[in-house]
């Protein structure tokens, strides 16, 4: 953490300085607040990394998982809530919202340990079109119908 | 103050219109209804619920935003009192004898009282409100670009740096979304800043994607990889509903008292309601008749702290309203929600735009009313809808916030942004690392370089303007202050510490 702080803005101050001066009446241009942003990010992580290094991190962040309420890093958890967001977003423009979102409603129910695919779709369904009609029906905000816009059309959406 | 009166009669008067009641209804239920999901706060409910109010004009959708904020509040106090997961900091005094309670058979009157004493300090509140409103304006319209960039300065560093656990850590998260903010077009000037060319980033990052992917997306990601296997326990909904007479007795003081608590606290930018809540139950502690209560489920407990939030949320208004200055991250999305309508809060608005601030201030009184009315009959469904099992309630909630993010431009990049600031929810979540400073520091940064430049402007480029202005000087030495003497306080003491030790050596 305390060295991606370091990094941002590092590459923070690389673009500051490329942006041009422009100044006008009042002296500093459009590279002025990037400098001080980026200025500050490298300090505080350096400041980071010196806590890092002398123990301070372990007043905030106990190293014993339990005391946190935790148990050990689940690599497929991660990965399922991961791959339903990017099943959304490839998903979206294409197939549609309602699609997207049972596909995303799957995964991410897969994630945290459901074992029941096939309720999950139930519900993720049933939502996804709720949601659907509620937004283009009632708020007149439109969203993609994708490949069940015959369908949605029939309705009358 | 008659003029005052007058105004907010005329403000009832647009608040009462059929369609703005009925926005008012939908924004107190779905804000509840929201609120109530264990691990959404308030901050996260009015970010998702912001792009429901796309299609509405500024009014209706203002009054809607006013029901979501309160509705969220009293929502995740009832998941609170029954689950024991605060979804915000503000609401953690309050399980810790609220969830007690449950625990002993008496969930109903827990949730009564902090459902009246919602009721009890937001209204008081938001009479406070009325009365001050004004009197900020007309401070404030004497306010030029120095006074408010030195305002915002110091609004900055007492939410970043002061309230949270580490200095350190609210400043980078600061910074962090200061450097968000400047991403973009910069205004003054058409210069194209951190966009790298790609077309979806030239407006800025939305204050929607980073909290609904800071706050949503990163605390789903951080619960399925590191507590998706620990069971919870939902407190059951037994016995009465109502408050008995001895209840009655006790909860009537702690109410009052937390108004007086945290309405002053609302209004300095001192981030919110977390610590008037938890001042509110150290004062009932002390004050009880029962104290050996405490720690066991002692309503004062419940009563205080609740009305003691309530109370700092309206307060949070006036900055908000008068100043233009969000002091919590659910005020900076309230914030964002203006910007989408053209609209800067600040003294003006109260001139160029007195029906609608108005409109807004008359309905935090009918959203109250409304949030009694509703809440209390309906205490049973929102219990259940606490029943709903984990995977299919965050697979539910990251259905809306992806929704909440896709529909502002109907684009996959906002996605993609989201994800990325989902990825970094979890580091922050996972590390201890606040959310607030960066959403503050994203709605606020621009403006705050606008005023900077803006006041440069004036002084032809003299930047002795910021001292030789007494209010703007003022606030920017207490910033100082407020950094330095914290630090010192914490050097002397560590050099007293090992001086002890030497001598002992």
């Known amino acids: 953490m305390s060295l991606g702080v370091l990094a941002l803005g590092i590459g923070a101050s690389v673009v500051a300085f490329r942006l041009p001066e422009a100044g006008g009446y009042a002296g500093i241009g459009p590279n002025f607040m990037p400098k001080v942003v980026a200025a500050g990010l490298i300090v505080l992580g350096l400041w980071l990394l010196t806590e890092l290094a002398t123990g301070g991190w372990r007043e905030r962040v106990p190293d014993d998982a339990v005391e946190r309420g935790e148990h050990a890093f689940s690599w497929p958890a991660f990965a399922w809530v991961s791959a339903g967001l990017f099943a959304q977003m490839a998903l979206i423009h294409s197939a549609g919202f309602v699609i997207a979102a049972v596909a995303l409603f799957i995964c991410v129910a897969r994630g945290f340990g459901s074992t029941r695919p096939l309720r999950d779709a139930g519900v993720g369904v049933v939502l996804a079109l709720g949601v659907f009609m509620f937004f283009v029906k009632l708020l007149n905000v439109g969203l993609p119908a994708g490949w069940l816009a015959p369908l949605t059309g029939a309705a009358g959406l | ?505």
């Open chain 2, 1 to 505: 103050m008659i003029e005052t009166l007058s105004a907010l009669a005329h403000g009832f008067g647009v608040a009462l219109q059929p369609m703005n009641l009925l926005w008012g209804v939908v924004g107190v239920t779905l804000g509840t209804a929201i609120g109530v999901l264990p691990g959404v706060g308030p901050a996260l409910t009015v970010a998702m619920l912001l792009p429901l109010t796309a299609k509405l004009d500024a009014t209706g959708a203002l009054i809607m935003f006013a029901g979501i904020y309160y509705g969220a509040m009293y929502g995740g106090s009832t998941t609170t009192i029954l689950l024991n997961t605060p979804g915000e900091s503000a609401s953690i005094a309050t399980a810790l004898e609220g969830n007690k309670m449950a625990k002993r058979g008496r969930a109903g009157p827990a949730l009564a009282t902090s459902a009246i004493g919602s009721f009890v300090a937001g209204t008081l509140a938001t009479i406070l409100l009325t009365l001050l409103a004004p009197v900020v304006v007309e401070v404030a319209l004497a306010f030029g670009p120095a006074e408010y960039f030195a305002l915002m300065v110091f609004a900055f560093v007492t939410v970043a740096a002061v309230l949270g656990a580490s200095m350190v850590r609210g400043l980078a998260m600061l910074f962090l979304g200061l450097l968000f903010g400047l991403v973009g077009i910069d205004e003054q000037t058409g210069q194209m800043r951190f966009a790298f060319g790609v077309p979806e980033l030239m407006d800025g990052i939305d204050v929607v994607v980073l909290a609904v992917g800071l706050f949503a997306v990163g605390e789903a990601l951080y619960v399925a990889a590191y507590q998706s296997r620990v069971v919870e326990t939902l407190e059951k909904m037994s016995g009465s509903v109502w408050m008995s007479r001895e209840d009655w007795k006790r909860s009537w003081p702690a109410w009052l008292r937390a108004t007086a608590i945290g309405f002053p606290f609302g209004t300095i930018p001192a981030g919110g309601a977390e610590i008037p809540t938890f001042l509110s139950y150290a004062t009932e502690k002390k004050l009880s008749r029962h104290p050996e209560e405490f720690g066991h489920g002692a309503i004062e407990g419940v009563a205080g702290p609740e009305a003691a939030n309530n109370a700092a949320s309206a307060g949070v208004l006036v900055p908000l309203l008068t100043l233009g200055i969000p002091t919590s991250a659910t005020a900076a999305i309230l914030l964002a929600a203006f910007q989408n309508y053209g609209l800067q809060p600040g003294p003006l608005l109260f001139q160029s735009q007195a029906a609608l601030v108005w409109g807004l201030i008359a309905s935090l009184y009918v959203g109250n009313v409304l949030l009694l009315v509703l809440n209390l009959p309906l205490i049973g469904l929102w219990v259940k809808v606490l029943a709903i099992p984990r995977p299919l309630l965050y697979a539910g909630i990251l259905v809306f916030a992806t929704l909440g993010a896709f529909s502002l431009h109907q684009s996959v990049v906002d996605l993609a942004t989201l994800y990325v600031f989902g990825l970094l929810g979890f580091v922050m979540r996972r590390w201890g690392f606040p959310v607030a400073p960066a959403v503050i520091g994203l709605i606020l940064g621009p403006l705050a370089e606008s005023q900077f430049r803006r006041a440069l402007s004036i002084s032809q480029g003299d930047p002795s303007v910021f001292l030789t202005h007494p209010i703007s000087a003022t606030l920017l030495g207490l910033t100082v202050l407020l950094v330095v003497v914290p630090w010192l306080y914490k050097v002397v003491r560590e050099r007293r510490a090992l001086a002890r030790e030497r001598g002992r050596a």
